[in-house]
C-alpha cells in the first residue's frame, strides 16, 4: 500500500540560494490548496531534490486533481517507502509487482542512487532487482526499450522509494512568486492561455477586460468572468479590472480614419493598462499577441500600439500557431467557454480594412483629434474591480 506520494520539481533546483525560499512557497501552496479542496491539512516531508505528501492511510488518488495542476511540480509519484537494506528493498518490489495488473508481459526496472555512498551503483541495483522478478515471475521477460510497466527504485540517505507510476505535472515555478502582471483578457482563446503560461512561470497575474456596452452583452462581460474563473483554479485569487470602452470607441469612429481604429483602440488599451497596471503594482502586462495572426499583431501594429507606453509587455503565445494555442485551451479547460458566441469590443468596431502596417506617426496624427487623457481618465474612473475565488466572484468597488 503506498504511504506517500513523491514529487519532483524542475526549474527549483536552478535557483541556487535561493532554493530553499521557492520550495517553501510550493509547499505552502500545495497545504492551502489542500485545505481549501478538502478543509483538512496535509503532512509534508522534504528530502533534497523531492517533497513527500504523507497518505497517512489516505489513497493518493485524492491529491491526483491537485497535484496535476499545481505549478512547479515536474512530475509526481504514488511511493512506498522502505528501508535501504537490499532484501528489503527486493522484498517491497516484489509485494508491488503482486498488484500490478494480470496482463503485464514485459518489465523495466530503473534504479537511482542519491545516496553515493550505498554499495551497490544504480546499474547494479536494477539487473539485480530484475533478476530476483524473473526468479519469482517466471511469465514475465525484460524490456529496456518498450516494457509493458516500469518499476522504479531510489535509495535516499535512510530510505529507499518503490514506485510504478510516474504521473506529469504542469511544471513552471510555483504559484505568484515571480511578481505581478497584468492581463489583457478578452473573451476569446489566446488571451487565457496566455494568463495560464505566465502563472505558470509564477506571475501573479491579475487581468484588465475592456467591454461596451450596449455593443457588447452582458454574457460577453459573463464569459470573461467565468474565464478568470477558470484561471483563479490554477493561481489562486484572481482580481479583474472591468473597464468601460464604449465612449472611447465611438470618439475612435467618428474622427479617425478607419483603418487605424484597430491600432487606435489597442494604443488607448495599453495606456489605460499601463495606468491600472502601476496602481496595483504591476511591473508588466500580458497579452495573448501571435506573430501575424491578426491585423493588430504584425510587428509593426506590436511597434506603433508598444509606443504609447513604457511598461514592457510580456507575450507568451508570440511564436505559436493556432492549433498550438487550441491545444493548451482544451488541456486547461477555457476552449469552450472561449469559443461561446458573445462578441469582444474590438469586433464590435472592426473595420472593413484594418492596418496590417500601421505608422506610428499616422496613429499620432489621428489622436490629435481626440481628448486622449480625459478619455483615458474617465475611463479608469468608471473601472469596476472584480475578485474571483474558486467558488465566486465579489464585486470590489
Same mark, same amino acid.
Given at each position: ?298 510587428? &509593426? ?25 487550441? &491545444? ?70
Amino acid at each position: 500500500m503506498y504511504d506517500h506520494i513523491l514529487i519532483r520539481y524542475g526549474e527549483i533546483s536552478l535557483k541556487g540560494k535561493n532554493q530553499r525560499r521557492f520550495i517553501k512557497k510550493m509547499i505552502k501552496d500545495l497545504k492551502f490548496k489542500v485545505k481549501r479542496e478538502y478543509g483538512e491539512r496535509v503532512e509534508t516531508d522534504y528530502e533534497k531534490g523531492r517533497i513527500f505528501i504523507r497518505l497517512n492511510g489516505e489513497k493518493p488518488e485524492k491529491y491526483y486533481p491537485i497535484l496535476e495542476n499545481m505549478f512547479g511540480i515536474v512530475s509526481f509519484s504514488p511511493v512506498i517507502k522502505t528501508g535501504t537494506d537490499f532484501e528489503e528493498i527486493t522484498e517491497t518490489v516484489l509485494k508491488e509487482m503482486q498488484e500490478l495488473p494480470e496482463d503485464i508481459r514485459t518489465f523495466k526496472v530503473t534504479s537511482k542512487r542519491s545516496d553515493k555512498s550505498y554499495p551497490m551503483q544504480s546499474p547494479q541495483i536494477s539487473r539485480t532487482l530484475g533478476g530476483r522478478i524473473l526468479d519469482a515471475f517466471p511469465n514475465l521477460a525484460v524490456d529496456l526499450h518498450h516494457p509493458d510497466q516500469d518499476i522504479f527504485v531510489e535509495v535516499r540517505g535512510d530510505y529507499s522509494y518503490v514506485y510504478t507510476r510516474n504521473i506529469k505535472g504542469p511544471g513552471g515555478m510555483p504559484v505568484n512568486s515571480a511578481g505581478k502582471g497584468l492581463l489583457l483578457l478578452s473573451g476569446g482563446i489566446d488571451s487565457p492561455v496566455a494568463g495560464y503560461l505566465a502563472a505558470r512561470k509564477g506571475i501573479d497575474v491579475s487581468a484588465i477586460h475592456f467591454y461596451s456596452y450596449p455593443y457588447t452583452s452582458e454574457r460577453a462581460k459573463e464569459k470573461v468572468l467565468t474565464l478568470a474563473q477558470k484561471l483563479s483554479d490554477y493561481k489562486g485569487n484572481f482580481v479583474i479590472h472591468l473597464v468601460p470602452f464604449t465612449e472611447i470607441q465611438e470618439e475612435i469612429a467618428k474622427n479617425c480614419e478607419s483603418s487605424y481604429w484597430i491600432t487606435i483602440m489597442r494604443r488607448f488599451m495599453f495606456r489605460i493598462s499601463e495606468r491600472i497596471a502601476a496602481e496595483q503594482e504591476c511591473i508588466a502586462l500580458i497579452t495573448g499577441e501571435s506573430v501575424g495572426q491578426v491585423a493588430s499583431q504584425t510587428l &509593426s501594429s506590436m511597434a506603433t500600439i508598444n509606443q504609447v507606453i513604457s511598461i514592457p509587455v510580456l507575450r507568451p503565445l508570440v511564436t505559436m500557431d493556432k492549433d498550438e494555442i487550441v &491545444s493548451i485551451a482544451h488541456r486547461i479547460g477555457t476552449f469552450e467557454t472561449s469559443i461561446e458566441p458573445y462578441d469582444d469590443c474590438c469586433t464590435a468596431f472592426l473595420p472593413k480594412e484594418p492596418k496590417t502596417n500601421p505608422q506610428i506617426f499616422i496613429a499620432e496624427d489621428n489622436e490629435e483629434y481626440l481628448d486622449v487623457e480625459g478619455l483615458i481618465d474617465r475611463a479608469v474612473e468608471k473601472t469596476e474591480i472584480v475578485r474571483i475565488t474558486k467558488e465566486q466572484s465579489e464585486e470590489l468597488f
